[in-house]
């Protein structure tokens, strides 16, 4: 087996410990040491809090998550957005208002979850966190895999904070006799050995290549110099690029292969923790400087005034930053003061890799195709579903999630199904996503469809409303003026035919929200029906009508936006919806077992 396989395999072996470490400890009491103290999960407004709270407790009621652990959901302050390094220092004011002086004594694992997912709108409603796996008796969502990854974490680390994301994980095998400790003062990183053109969209350390050999499973250094982002020609000008006689040891980050020829790498970033002096020091600042008015980047703001080699030329750097706020480089000199001098120690994973299902391609490629991911995780073509092996077409690359397929449905390849029920005469395309749907009328769902349902509760009565794009769309573009909406594309078309087809007019009320950001999240081109069925069937209508060039009237039915659904949603309704599933999964289950 050449050295890539047996790196994938190794990896593939820890994690499957690591998720029957986690499995033995769901629904029962940790005993000291053996897992967090505290979780604590972002969120972005009250509404999207309520969300993760309520799914918290169903979690919780369901004996999914270790018990014993204090699980909070932390809502980032009304106003600007404050970035993933903003919601860190209000959560270190959260757990102090709730605990007092105790809470520097915890081990606390911090999930940033406060994005909207526009690049994953299936995770939208419910939040990124709380996506779905294929695997698992209940499926695992992207908490519980967190949770399971990280287990060996909390009885090796002294009191302190370990950051994280919600949309990527870190896969990765060590020596049998070694551990993961974190245990020194300051900030300790976690880094992967990764190509170049990955460390271009990551952060990058800069370490002493003497101290790092390439071989075992992990290797403890310090770090001279973050670099955020960089350009590659950065990268080999301030020293960050390694040079390995036999690349065969490194692992490749990411989702790029591993190389075997190309004998160069950088070490990327991925989590990282920081001990309760660095994070009393952080919380005192943030009390000095009051309220917060522009995005803080944990990894990009707080890593890059660490090290010996740390120079404060990034606080005036704003290419890497969406929106640029008057306030920025000011609090970025003021931290860069209050940092400097830190250490930066990090613990290279010499056998890792560091995967990102933040977009619907990611979703799409690593759920269904012959990804890396599929192997080390082990993740089924049917996790959890209900469907009669001979009755359906299912490709042997889609994925299914927690949904019932009715006996003459197909599903092609490549396609994800999650929390869904799919009737007999349901042919859905290459490449699609379908989520949260009931679809009952005989239909034929596109390739590259995305299509999902939410709940409302619009006026004290619950509506239902579909979503539909292209699974390549862009819902994050977004345009000034009225007069340039005809470069927005809805699957493929101009945004402006595809008004004229459903008989919508361009004027002002056509997007939500106060700022001029006119795109596909704010326009307000999706039906509010009674059932879910129809809510379906009218955007599937909508969708055929653009792919025919045929004129299909949207008149008589109120339009929302995307962003309008998720200030509208339900999820209690949503969730009674993928427990009714789940029930019937259950019965499917008993059914055949006194069959046989």
Not at 273 to 299: P, R
Not at 333 to 348: D, E, H, P, R
Not at 403 to 430: A, D, F, H, Q, T
Not at 555 to 572: A, I, N, P, R
Request: charged share 20%; hydrophobic share 35%.
């Amino acid at each position: 087996m050449p050295a890539a396989g047996e790196r994938s395999a190794a990896r593939r072996e820890a994690t499957g410990r690591r998720l029957a470490r986690f499995a033995a400890l769901r629904g029962k009491a940790a005993g000291p040491g053996q897992f967090w103290d505290v979780v604590a999960v972002t969120a972005a407004d009250a509404e999207q809090a309520r969300a993760y709270r309520r799914q918290l407790a169903e979690k919780l009621r369901g004996r999914e998550l270790p018990l014993g652990a204090r699980y909070h959901v932390f809502v980032d302050p009304p106003g600007p957005k404050i970035g993933n390094g903003g919601s860190t220092l209000h959560v270190l004011r959260c757990l102090e208002d709730l605990y007092g002086d105790k809470w520097t004594s915890f081990i606390v694992l911090l999930i940033h979850s406060g994005g909207y997912s526009q690049r994953l709108p299936n995770a939208s409603a419910l939040g990124k966190i709380f996506t779905a796996l294929p695997f698992g008796d209940p499926v695992y969502q992207m908490l519980d895999l967190k949770l399971a990854m990280y287990i060996d974490f909390p009885s090796h680390m002294k009191p302190g904070i370990l950051v994280t994301c919600s949309d990527d994980l870190e896969l990765y095998s060590t020596g049998l006799t070694e551990t993961i400790t974190f245990d020194k003062p300051g900030f300790t990183a976690l880094a992967h050995p990764s190509d170049l053109t990955v460390g271009t969209t990551h952060g990058v350390f800069v370490l002493d290549p003497s101290s790092i050999s390439g071989k075992g499973g992990l290797e403890y250094t310090s770090c001279h110099h973050f670099l955020h982002k960089p350009d590659v020609e950065t990268m080999r000008q301030c020293g960050a690029v390694c040079v390995r006689g036999n690349s065969s040891q490194l692992s490749s980050s990411g989702d790029h292969s591993d190389s075997e020829m190309d004998s160069e790498c950088v070490y990327t970033d991925s989590i990282f923790y920081m001990d309760h002096s660095v994070a009393k020091q952080l919380l005192m600042f943030y009390k000095q400087i009051g309220t917060l008015s522009c995005e803080i980047d944990a990894y990009g703001d707080f890593l890059q005034a660490l090290g010996p080699g740390a120079t404060q030329d990034y606080t005036k750097n704003t290419s890497n930053v969406t929106k640029e706020e008057s306030q920025l480089v000011e609090v970025r000199q003021k931290l860069y003061s209050l940092l400097k001098g830190t250490a930066l120690n990090v613990i290279v994973l010499n056998n890792s890799k560091f995967y990102h299902i933040g977009t619907t391609q990611e979703y799409l490629f690593h759920f269904t195709s012959d990804s890396k991911l599929k192997f080390e995780l082990d993740l089924l073509p049917v996790a959890f579903s209900s469907f009669s092996e001979k009755a359906e077409s299912l490709d042997q690359s889609a994925s299914v999630i927690q949904s019932i397929l009715e006996p003459g449905c197909s599903v092609g390849p490549g396609s994800v199904i999650e929390y869904s029920r799919i009737g007999p005469e349901v042919s859905v395309g290459k490449k699609s996503i379908i989520s949260g749907s009931h679809i009952n009328v005989k239909v034929d769902i596109p390739s590259n469809c995305f299509l999902s349902s939410l709940s409302i509760k619009i006026n004290g009565q619950v509506k239902y409303i579909s979503m539909v794009f292209s699974v390549e769309d862009d819902l994050k573009r977004s345009v000034k003026l009225l007069s340039e909406i005809h470069s927005l594309q809805f699957f493929g078309v101009s945004l402006l035919e595809c008004l004229e087809l459903w008989g919508v007019k361009v004027s002002d009320q056509l997007f939500s929200g106060e700022s001029m950001r006119l795109g596909l999240w704010t326009a307000r081109i999706f039906p509010v029906c009674s059932t879910l069925s129809e809510s379906v069937r009218m955007s599937l209508k909508m969708l055929n009508s653009v792919r025919h060039m045929s004129a299909f009237k949207l008149h008589g039915f109120k339009l929302l936006s995307v962003e309008e659904m998720l200030t509208y949603k339900d999820v209690e309704d949503m969730l009674k919806f993928r427990k009714q599933i789940y029930d019937e999964i259950c019965l499917q289950r008993q059914k055949e077992k006194s069959d046989l």
